[in-house]
Structures are given as structure tokens and as C-alpha cells.
């Protein structure tokens, strides 16, 4: 059945599902619940059409700049680094943050051969460089290459007279921040150093 072998192959290609939850899932969905099959169709063309990338923050927006960005109530002063668009959702949900964002491509990886202007510093140089950011945070995962990633970037905006700050510990070394509980991230930012 060439339909549902290309819809297991599709589940296959998700983070954490292997060859029988793909099957599984699949099984499922087209003998038991239709209506979410249905749903989850739908949802991923409409998010496919309308999610594109924030011009100013490179993070999610259904519009060219994010409601984040449009709104004029934060803190201009204050710029958040984080890896993903995930890791930003992850500080927005934690309510301790009240500034603006930017989002990386990703971390620095020498072993693959991605270094800073792979995940944007350069955009990132230009962002912060705005002449009313006076402080940029560094919330890079806690991982070696998020460690890599907040030393190589830091040094970059402290060359251009950018105070740089980076998460308090507290977030366990080698975490995620999207795995992250929401206290302790909350945690982490006040006490940010
Ligand atoms: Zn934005």
C-alpha cells in the first residue's frame, strides 16, 4: 500500500520516533481517530503556509516581524540569545523576561565545521549593534557546543562595548534549555552573570 508506506516513512523522519511508532502511529490514526488524522493534516499545511521567519528576531512569526518584536511594551535594552525558536518559546512561557530576542540557527559545531557566522552572528553583531541594546544574554544551551557558541559570540559583542551576560547556573550541565523546568530557568535569568 504505497499511501500509508509513505506516511510511515513521514512518521519516521520525526525526533524520537523509530520504524514501529511510526507503524503504530499510523495504524492508529487511519483505523481509530480519523478526525485527528484529519486535524493534524490540516494543522501541519496551515502552519507549513503561515509560519515564516521573524525578519528582526529570526524566530518564528506568522507575520514579517513577530507580535515579540511589534510589541513596544519590553525592554529595549535587554537582548536574549537563544538556539531555536523552541528554546525562545521555552523563556517567553517562563514569564521572567521581559526584553527582546534573537534567534540563532542553531549552535557553533567545529566538528562539523559550523562556526559563529553558520548560526548568524553576523546578523546577530547588526541586531545588537542598534545603538539601544545595552545588554545581550546569553542563553545558549549548556551543552559543549552551546558553552562554545556563548564564549565565541561573547567575545565578538564584548569587542563592540556590549555588556554580555550568560544564564546563571542552576540549568544542569548538558541541558536542553527546552527540557528545562520553567523555575529554574527563571531562576537562572535573574541571577544571569
Ligand atoms: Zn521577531
Known amino acids: 500500500m504505497a499511501a500509508l508506506d509513505h506516511l510511515v516513512d513521514a512518521l519516521r523522519k520525526l525526533p524520537g520516533i523509530g520504524p514501529k511508532s511510526a507503524q503504530r ?14 486535524q493534524l493534516a490540516a494543522g501541519l499545511t496551515a502552519a507549513l503556509d503561515q509560519v515564516q521567519t521573524c525578519t528582526r528576531c529570526h524566530g518564528f512569526a506568522e507575520s514579517p516581524v513577530c507580535a515579540v518584536c511589534l510589541d513596544a511594551q519590553r525592554d529595549p535594552a535587554l537582548l536574549c540569545v537563544v538556539e531555536s525558536p523552541a528554546d525562545q518559546a521555552v523563556i517567553e512561557r517562563s514569564g521572567s523576561y ?3 530576542y534573537f534567534v540563532l540557527g542553531g ?11 553558520d548560526v ?3 546578523a546577530l553583531l547588526a541586531r545588537a549593534g542598534d545603538g ?30 556590549l555588556k ?3 544564564l546563571a547556573r542552576g540549568v ?15 531562576h537562572a535569568l535573574a541571577d544571569r552573570r
Open 164 to 166: 554580555v551576560s550568560r
Open 25 to 38: 502511529i499510523a495504524y492508529h490514526l487511519l483505523q481509530h481517530d480519523r478526525a485527528a488524522a484529519a
Open 132 to 161: 539601544r541594546v545595552a545588554e545581550v544574554i546569553l542563553a545558549t544551551s549548556f551543552t559543549a557546543e552551546g558553552e562554545a557558541t556563548a564564549y565565541l559570540l561573547g567575545e565578538a559583542l564584548k569587542a563592540r562595548g
Open 172 to 186: 544542569p550541565i548538558g541541558a536542553e534549555l527546552e527540557y528545562v523546568d520553567l523555575g529554574t530557568l527563571a
Open 120 to 122: 548568524g552572528a553576523e
Open 98 to 100: 521581559r526584553g527582546y
Open 107 to 117: 549552535r557553533v559545531s567545529p566538528l562539523d565545521g559550523r562556526g559563529p557566522r
